[in-house]
């Protein structure tokens, strides 16, 4: 409760225990000391369902705290398929995109990149080209030395804070973008003050390939198909992914 999936799992890989179990409830009670946190099933049994939630300390009373309804559809999934959270990470592969849906492969491509900023530092959150979908950059791959002042220094869009644009990719353009986020800082001090991304130092730079990352620990994570999460402090906090939100959106 009060967190997400992603955020619970980077505890459980981090801590190599179980998160809370106040954090997480099942609907069977054995797994939840007991009580019942399940109740009022409603539907037709065959292509829709209701659950209702109590996410109090009782045992099933209310009901009322969380209603989830649930129902089959032949509908096709408006996911973004340039978004992949699957083996390539949050790595936004644009070279066979449609965007309009005329079966016929973009040339020109508008990312919208809207930045909303909740964290406690200033962050600074952005997209750059990589060579490929596995993100290295100028032929160095994630993690290897000199990889973070390359990144950042293809960088196509980004803000300190909260902020919304849009980057025009054409033609021949390289079409692989790449989330980052820099704790604390910008681009210019990163490179001016901790351009070897030094956790002594600072500011840090973090990526969405986590062996990028000085700590090894995700601190970008996909919320939704065009929703990133990121998470700005060292050793992943409290690993709930809202220090900042980011958007992204394409237009042709």
């Not at 989830?68 to 996911?79: H, K, N, W």
């Not at 390539?88 to 070279?95: F, H, P, S, V, Y």
Request: overall charge negative; cysteine-free; proline content about 4%.
């Amino acid at each position: 409760m009060n967190n997400s999936t992603e955020g619970i799992l980077s505890r459980i890989t981090l801590d190599s225990q179980n998160a809370p179990k106040s954090e997480v409830v099942f609907a069977t009670p054995s797994a939840n000391n007991g009580l019942n946190p399940v109740g009022n099933v409603s539907g037709n049994g065959s292509s829709q369902l209701g659950l209702s939630f109590d996410l109090s300390d009782e045992n099933g009373e209310n009901f009322n705290d969380l209603g989830l309804a649930i129902e089959v559809t032949e509908e096709e999934s408006a996911l973004n398929p340039s978004l992949d959270d699957g083996e390539l990470g949050e790595t936004l592969d644009l070279r066979n995109i449609d965007v309009n849906g005329d079966d016929i492969v973009d040339d020109n491509i508008v990312v919208q990149f809207t930045v909303n900023a909740d964290g406690v530092y200033d962050n600074f959150v952005g997209l750059y080209e990589a060579d490929d979908e596995r993100g290295a950059v100028a032929g160095i791959a994630p993690g290897a030395d000199g990889y973070a002042a390359e990144a950042i220094r293809r960088r196509v869009i980004g803000f300190q804070g909260s902020g919304s644009g849009s980057v025009t990719l054409s033609g021949n353009d390289r079409k692989i973008l790449v989330p980052f986020m820099i704790a604390d800082g910008t681009p210019e001090s990163f490179l001016a003050d901790n351009v070897n991304n030094d956790p002594t130092l600072g500011p840090i730079a973090y990526f969405e390939d986590r062996f990028a990352n000085p700590d090894g620990v995700d601190h970008i994570i996909g919320i939704d198909s065009n929703t990133l999460g990121f998470e700005e402090f060292y050793n992943g906090g409290d690993h709930d992914f809202n220090d900042a939100v980011a958007m992204i959106n394409y237009l042709t």
